[in-house]
C-alpha cells in the first residue's frame, strides 16, 4: 500500500480540528437502535457519479457511477449532536477493457457547518472487483479514507466527496505476470433524497 496523498491529510485533519468547536457534551450509546426509544435511521438514497484517477500507470483513469445508502449507525452514537452515518456504496467503471466494481461501507462523522451544510469524514472498508478483458477476474480487499460535503434542500441533497482507497494485489493475468493493486483517487458528486 502506498502512502497517504498530502492533499487527504490536510483535509482529514482540517476536518478533524474543526470538530473541537462543534462538539457537545452527551452520551455514548451502544447499538441505540435497540436501547433508544428516540432511534431513527434517517435513511438517505443518492446517485453517484465521478472522476476515478488509479496510481496504476497501466490504468487508464475514467469515469465512474454508482449508488449510495445512508443511515445513521445502529451500533454506536458518539458523544455529542453530531451523527455518525454508515454509507453503504457500489460504484462501478468500465475503460480499456477492464471493468471495476467497488462495494464499500464508508461511515462518517458529520458536523454542521451552516445551514443544511454538513461536512464528513472517515474511514471505510471495501471490496473492489477488478475484469479485465482476456484475463481473470479477481476480488481485492479494500481500505478508504475520505471527506465530503452534503447540502439539504428540504428533504433533497447535493454533495461532493474526495476519498482514496487501497488495495490489496492480486494476479490478472491468465499467463503468470506481477501482483497488481486497484489504489485509486475518487471524486465523487451525488443527488439524492433523505427518506
Known amino acids: 500500500m502506498k502512502t497517504i496523498p498530502k492533499q487527504l491529510i490536510v483535509l482529514l485533519s482540517t476536518a478533524v480540528i474543526s470538530t473541537v468547536s462543534y462538539a457537545q457534551s452527551d452520551e455514548f450509546k451502544m447499538f441505540p437502535i435497540f436501547t433508544d426509544d428516540n432511534f431513527k435511521a434517517n435513511m438517505e438514497v443518492a446517485a453517484v ?33 453530531n451523527p455518525l452515518r454508515q454509507q453503504l456504496s457500489v460504484n462501478h467503471s468500465d475503460k480499456g477493457g477492464f471493468e471495476v466494481t467497488s462495494i464499500e461501507m464508508n461511515p462518517y462523522y458529520f458536523i454542521d457547518m451552516a445551514d443544511d451544510l454538513v461536512l464528513g469524514f472517515g474511514p471505510g472498508i471495501g471490496a ?4 479485465p478483458d482476456g484475463g481473470k477476474d479477481q476480488w481485492l480487499f479494500s481500505v478508504q479514507a475520505g471527506a465530503g460535503l452534503k447540502y439539504y434542500m ?42
Open 154 to 195: 428540504d428533504d433533497f441533497l447535493v454533495g461532493a466527496d474526495i476519498r482514496y482507497q487501497w488495495t490489496a494485489e492480486k494476479n490478472f493475468s491468465n499467463v503468470g505476470g506481477n501482483k497488481e493493486d486497484l489504489e485509486n483517487m475518487r471524486l465523487l458528486l451525488k443527488a439524492g433524497y433523505r427518506f
Open 128 to 131: 473492489v472487483h477488478g475484469e
Open 49 to 81: 457519479v465521478g472522476y476515478m484517477d488509479f496510481d496504476r500507470s497501466a490504468m487508464d483513469d475514467r469515469s465512474v457511477y454508482g449508488i449510495e445508502l445512508s443511515f445513521d449507525c445502529p451500533v454506536f452514537t458518539l458523544p455529542g449532536n
